[in-house]
T-cell receptor, first 113, second 113 residues
Framework: GENVEQHPSTLSVQEGDSAVIKCTYS??????FPWYKQELGKRPQLIID?????GEKKDQRIAVTLNKTAKHFSLHITETQPEDSAVYFC????????????FGPGTRLSVLP | DAGVIQSPRHEVTEMGQEVTLRCKPI?????LFWYRQTMMRGLELLIY????????DSGMPEDRFSAKMPNASFSTLKIQPSEPRDSAVYFC???????????FGSGTRLTVV
């Protein structure tokens, strides 16, 4: 089955700097790659996603890139702010209908003021 | 819409007792997922339903766990008998076919002592 790896496990950046989190997946049939943000004690929330027919997607300060050949995708956060501090999870779809996700282990991002 | 609603928010029970977690998905969503989150294992998919039918229960750890979805607006996850290693946060999520992104509930923090 699908296996998703995520790096780094923890990341500290200065406010205003950029943060990059990288994920790799194993199943070449995966076709949907969402990113979730989970603040302490709260539910994971979808922040951005990308489908296999797109190489890059951007939404204000966050962007995601996908390299299907290499089977990896990345989350980029620019101009980081303290409220970006959270655990970020990547995921890849495994089911034929794209609904069944396998999540990466998460990256704890700390933005230092 | 009130989102995905889970109850209870917190549950403390003694080892050997039966525990029932409840979930109400977003109205109209076709898929319902049960996840377990721990520090050691991250987010694990336990089971998911499509139109009230269980599709994949391969993540259910053992026979002590069971899940039902008697109608489109209600699902339960039952653990009987509970053990200390079942302590975790259990999330329910729902999604709409073709929409891909999950909406998570607030979770149930289960502590088995």
């Amino acid at each position: 089955g699908e296996n998703v790896e995520q790096h780094p496990s923890t990341l500290s950046v200065q406010e205003g700097d950029s943060a990059v989190i990288k994920c790799t997946y194993s199943d070449s049939a995966s076709n949907y790659f969402p990113w979730y943000k989970q603040e302490l004690g709260k539910r994971p929330q979808l922040i951005i996603d990308i489908r296999s027919n797109v190489g890059e997607k951007k939404d204000q300060r966050i962007a995601v890139t996908l390299n299907k050949t290499a089977k990896h995708f990345s989350l980029h956060i620019t101009e980081t702010q303290p409220e970006d501090s959270a655990v970020y999870f990547c995921a890849a779809s495994t089911g034929g209908d794209g609904q069944n996700f396998v999540f990466g282990p998460g990256t704890r991002l700390s933005v230092l003021p | 819409d009130a989102g995905v609603i889970q109850s209870p928010r917190h549950e403390v029970t003694e080892m050997g007792q039966e525990v029932t977690l409840r979930c109400k998905p977003i109205s109209g969503h076709d898929y319902l997922f049960w996840y377990r989150q721990t520090m050691m294992r991250g987010l694990e998919l336990l089971i998911y339903f499509n139109n009230n039918v269980p599709i994949d229960d391969s993540g259910m750890p053992e026979d002590r766990f069971s899940a039902k979805m008697p109608n489109a607006s209600f699902s339960t996850l039952k653990i009987q008998p509970s053990e200390p290693r079942d302590s975790a946060v259990y999330f329910c999520a729902s999604s709409l076919i073709g929409d891909y992104g999950y909406t998570f509930g607030s979770g149930t923090r289960l502590t088995v002592v």
